[in-house]
C-alpha cells in the first residue's frame, strides 16, 4: 500500500480546490482542474509518490493567472524579487513566479519544494528541471481542455506511443523527446510572434538536447 509521505492527503486537496475556484474564472479552473487530471495520469507513469504534490501545484499553478500586470509587478517587488527590465511584455510567463510566491503566506500547508518548484517553473521550464517540475510543465501544456494545436499535436504525440506499455527506460526517453518537442513548439510560436524568449526555456530545451544526443545519438 502507498503511504503518503505528504502532510496533505484527499481532504486537504478537496479543501484547496474549494479554494482556489472562488479565485478563478470558470473557464480558467476549468483549465486548472484539467492540469489536475493531466499531472496524476502522468505522475501514475513516472512517480505516483509524487501525486498528492503534483495535484496541489496544479490546483496553485495558475492562480495569479488572472492578475493584471501592475498587481503581479507589485507583488514580485513587495517580495523582495522585483521584475527584471522588460518583464511586463512576458505576462505570460511570470504569473508563475507570483504564484510561486503567494504559496507560503496563503496555502502554508502546501508551501513544500515540490510545489513550489512546480509552479514557479510552470510557463518556462529551467536548466535542471526536476521530474516534478517537468511532470506539471507538461500536464499544462497537453491538458485536455487545450485545443491549440500544438498542443492537440502534442498530446497525441506523448500518448499515442503508449508510454504505458514501455519499458521505465523507454518511458524516460520518451518524456524527454515530448519535453524537446514542446519548447521547440513555444520557441517557435513566441519567434512568430516577435515576442521575448525566456533564457530559462533556451537554456532547459538545449540541456534535453544535449542529453538526447549524449545518449540516443540524434533527437
Ligand atoms: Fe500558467
Ligand atoms: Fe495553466
Not at 35 to 40: A, F, H, K, N, R
Not at 44 to 71: F, M, Q, V, W
Not at 170 to 192: K, P, V, Y
Amino acid at each position: 500500500m502507498n503511504q503518503n509521505k505528504y502532510p496533505f492527503g484527499e481532504s486537504e486537496i478537496t479543501a484547496l480546490r474549494e479554494s482556489v475556484i472562488g479565485l478563478m474564472s470558470p473557464k480558467r479552473y476549468h483549465h486548472t482542474a484539467a492540469v489536475e487530471d493531466m499531472v496524476i495520469r502522468l505522475a501514475s507513469l513516472y512517480c505516483p509518490g509524487e501525486i498528492p504534490a503534483l495535484r496541489a501545484a496544479a490546483l496553485l499553478h495558475d492562480i495569479t493567472k488572472e492578475y493584471d500586470i501592475p498587481t503581479q509587478m507589485l507583488l514580485l517587488t513587495e517580495a523582495g524579487v522585483p521584475p527584471y527590465a522588460g518583464e511586463e511584455f512576458s505576462h505570460k510567463t511570470f504569473h508563475a513566479r507570483t504564484a510561486a510566491l503567494l504559496i507560503p503566506d496563503n496555502y502554508p500547508a502546501f508551501n513544500c519544494e515540490t510545489v513550489v518548484s512546480a509552479v514557479r517553473w510552470h510557463t518556462t521550464g529551467r536548466k535542471g528541471m526536476t521530474l516534478t517540475e517537468k511532470l506539471l510543465y507538461l500536464a499544462d501544456y497537453i491538458d485536455e481542455s487545450r485545443l491549440f494545436p500544438d498542443c492537440v499535436r502534442l498530446r497525441s504525440f506523448f500518448w499515442d506511443a503508449h508510454p504505458e506499455r514501455m519499458t521505465e527506460e523507454d518511458r524516460r526517453i520518451h518524456l524527454r523527446r515530448t519535453l524537446i518537442m514542446s519548447f521547440d513548439m513555444t520557441m517557435r510560436a513566441l519567434l512568430s510572434e516577435g515576442a521575448v524568449i525566456s533564457p530559462d526555456t533556451a537554456l532547459a530545451r538545449n540541456e534535453l538536447v544535449l542529453e538526447e544526443l549524449t545518449e540516443c545519438g540524434t533527437n
